[in-house]
């Protein structure tokens, strides 16, 4: 990733095998189970050792692992913090203790960055200008007001707090795109179904539109939609993030009209990473994949591509 050089970890790589301790945070979506997964077969395909501990959505459990890590001496951290807060001790104990932490997919809020390696992942920002952007597009020439509801993902964790950031500065150029409701459902299809259904209730056909912030949260919404006697894609207009097959074969169903990829596929880049901050080169402090965003004219072309 980078050619500069740094004084290499301590760790003899010419006869030992790298060993990274990965915290993964939960495996709430299938966008994370790919993210798994793409990690676990980059880590065998670079013959590098991967102790796995899923935390469960718990960022106590997160520090629980990582302390596990460090009491292994292992020569890498690779961590995917569930939420941004309260990350500053535990990494002072990863520095103490000499080993380097690479975040992965979700960032930290810590005053001092030097505490971390480099975080590879989606820049959850841009994805919420993507879905805005989209969204004035799709309603130019539609008068106001216009209701939005918004299904956000958890609570304090990067993901939420940018992609909601990203979508509102760009959708404030129209003042009548009022978000009437916005909720936190965890990334899950169960509590987009759910918290869905009660935002119906409360607004009915009030609601023109939905921005789910994964795509597991705008099936369980499609599901909720449906129940309430609602055509998704064409009463409500739904926008989602990831990706993922299932959301496109919605897509192709006409019920899903603009998905903003994140890719989940992080385990390559990390690997190299590793290997590099192995080698004492120094990183970018952000390393962000390549990714687009697909409306409903492609997704018949672009559902067989999907890779998960
Ligand atoms: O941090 C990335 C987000 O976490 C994905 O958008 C979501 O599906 C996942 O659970």
């Not at 990965?22 to 991967?50: C, H, M, P, V, Y």
């Not at 074969?249 to 901050?277: R, T």
């Amino acid at each position: 990733v980078s050619t500069e050089t740094n004084p290499p970890y301590e760790s003899s790589i010419l006869e030992q095998q790298i060993v990274v301790g990965f915290s993964q945070l939960g495996s709430e979506s299938d966008w994370r189970k790919a993210n798994t997964e793409s990690i676990r077969d980059a880590a065998k395909e670079a013959g590098i050792q991967l102790m796995f501990e899923n935390a469960e959505q718990s960022q106590e459990k997160q520090f629980e692992a990582i302390r596990g890590f460090i009491k292994q001496r292992v020569d890498v951290i690779a961590v995917s913090p569930v939420i941004e807060s309260g990350w500053e001790p535990i990494l002072h104990e990863a520095r103490m203790a000499g080993i380097p932490v690479i975040l992965s997919d979700r960032a930290v809020e810590v005053n001092d960055a030097s505490l971390y390696i480099t975080t590879i992942g989606s820049d959850f920002y841009e994805e919420g200008e993507k879905a805005g952007k989209y969204l004035l597009d799709k309603l130019s020439g539609e008068p106001g007001p216009i209701g939005i509801v918004e299904l956000q993902g958890t609570e304090g964790s990067s993901p939420t707090i940018e992609r909601g950031k990203g979508f509102r500065d760009i959708i404030k150029q129209r003042g009548d795109l009022i978000i009437r409701r916005a909720e936190p459902a965890d990334f899950t299809i169960e509590q987009g179904r759910e918290t869905m259904t009660s935002f119906l209730e409360e607004m009915g056909s009030d609601i023109k539109v939905l921005f789910a912030h994964n795509d597991d949260m705008a099936l369980g919404a499609i599901e909720a939609i449906e129940a309430y006697g609602l055509v998704p894609g064409k009463d409500i207009v739904i926008i989602s993030v990831d990706g993922t097959r299932k959301a496109f074969e919605m897509m192709v169903a006409g019920k899903i009209n603009c998905i903003v990829e994140c890719n989940p596929l992080l385990g390559p880049i990390l690997m190299q990473a590793v290997k590099e901050v192995m080698d004492g080169r120094s990183l970018p402090k952000r390393i962000v994949p390549q990714e687009s965003v697909y409306t409903e004219g492609v997704a018949e072309k672009e559902v067989l591509n999907r890779p998960y």
